[in-house]
């Protein structure tokens, strides 16, 4: 493993879920307000919990700008299956965030939204913390294998892989939007610390692959061996191929 990635174990979802709310939350009380990076996905949830414990016993979370690395498109905010909806319930309310941001899936010209969700990032000030997951064809945000990595946040579609992955979330695969918009590998490099979360034997492959093998975009999280500080909370499960 490269020295720019620490890497933790844990048993379980449950213990990897605490051990990256304690990471998060320690990053958030050294520097309450600054800006930090939040992602969606089935994996995160259980650290999401915890950090509504942590605020519970005292933490303070509300000073803090926060943004999201993508939203489908199009769709509604207040559709159940929105990236909107998701943090509303899981993390904006139960933390007290105000700050927020996230892609508009809404917007009109989804090119234009890209832009001006590039310009707020560009102007977010000290960003403190990018927490990430991995797609099963290693894809950070919605930043999906491809021939070259796109710096800038774009208006993607998603790749079968990636419909069929998501399907599992809605009533009927063919709801599963085709389009999303997601920020840059730029602004993901950009973060001053990256927590990458990643539980299931699932992943084991994909999370070996992008922390082991060649540096490349059809392996997109495989760029964060470039980052100069990841931290990865896997389970036992994902770890076993590391
Ligand atoms: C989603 C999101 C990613 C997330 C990934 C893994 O589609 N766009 O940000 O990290 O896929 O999701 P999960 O944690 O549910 O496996």
């Not at 939204?113 to 997951?133: D, H, R, S, T």
């Not at 063919?174 to 920020?183: E, I, Y």
């Given at each position: 493993?490269?020295?720019?990635?620490?890497?933790?174990?844990?048993?379980d979802?449950?213990?990897?879920?605490?051990?990256?709310?304690?990471?998060?939350?320690?990053?958030?009380?050294?520097k309450?307000?600054?800006?930090?990076?939040?992602?969606?996905?089935?994996?995160?949830?259980?650290?999401?919990?915890?950090?509504?414990?942590?605020?519970?016993?005292?933490?303070?979370?509300?000073?803090?700008?926060?943004?999201?690395?993508?939203?489908?498109?199009?769709?509604?905010?207040?559709?159940?299956?929105?990236?909107?909806?998701?943090?509303?319930?899981?993390?904006?309310?139960?933390?007290?965030?105000?700050?927020?941001?996230?892609p508009?899936?809404?917007?009109?010209?989804?090119?234009?939204?890209?832009?001006?969700?590039?310009?707020?990032?560009?102007?977010?000030?000290?960003?403190?913390?990018?927490?990430?997951?991995?797609?099963?064809?290693g894809?950070?945000?919605f930043?999906?294998?491809?021939?070259?990595?796109v710096?800038?946040?774009?208006?993607?579609?998603?790749?079968?892989?990636?419909?069929?992955?998501?399907?599992?979330?809605?009533?009927?695969?063919?709801?599963?939007?085709?389009?999303?918009?997601?920020?840059?590998?730029?602004?993901?490099?950009?973060?001053?610390?990256?927590?990458?979360?990643?539980?299931?034997?699932?992943?084991?492959?994909?999370?070996?692959?992008?922390?082991?093998?060649?540096?490349?975009?059809?392996?997109p999280?495989?760029?964060?061996?470039?980052?100069?500080?990841?931290?990865?909370?896997?389970?036992?499960?994902?770890?076993?191929?590391?």
């Open positions: 493993m490269l020295r720019n990635i620490k890497l933790h174990v844990e048993a979802y449950a213990a990897m879920s605490k051990k990256g709310a304690e990471i998060f939350a320690e990053a958030v009380r050294a309450p307000s600054a800006a930090y990076g939040f992602a969606t996905g089935s994996t995160p949830e259980g650290m999401y919990a915890e950090l509504a414990k942590l605020r519970a016993a005292g933490t303070d979370f509300s000073q803090m700008t926060t943004f999201n690395l993508d939203e489908y498109y199009p769709i509604k905010a207040d559709d159940p299956q929105s990236y909107y909806f998701y943090m509303k319930q899981r993390v904006f309310d139960p933390l007290g965030l105000t700050k927020t941001n996230l508009n899936g809404e917007a009109p010209d989804p090119e234009a939204e890209c832009e001006a969700y590039e310009n707020k990032l560009a102007n977010a000030g000290e960003f403190v913390m990018q927490i990430l997951g991995i797609g099963n064809n894809h950070i945000g930043n999906e294998p491809a021939d070259r990595f710096c800038r946040a774009n208006y993607v579609p998603l790749a079968p892989s990636t419909i069929e992955a998501n399907a599992r979330l809605f009533d009927n695969p063919s709801q599963v939007p085709r389009h999303a918009l997601t920020v840059g590998i730029h602004s993901i490099m950009m973060a001053k610390r990256i927590l990458l979360l990643v539980s299931g034997a699932g992943k084991a492959d994909i999370l070996a692959a992008s922390l082991q093998g060649d540096i490349t975009p059809s392996v999280a495989s760029i964060l061996q470039l980052h100069p500080c990841v931290t990865v909370v896997a389970d036992k499960a994902a770890a076993a191929k590391l």
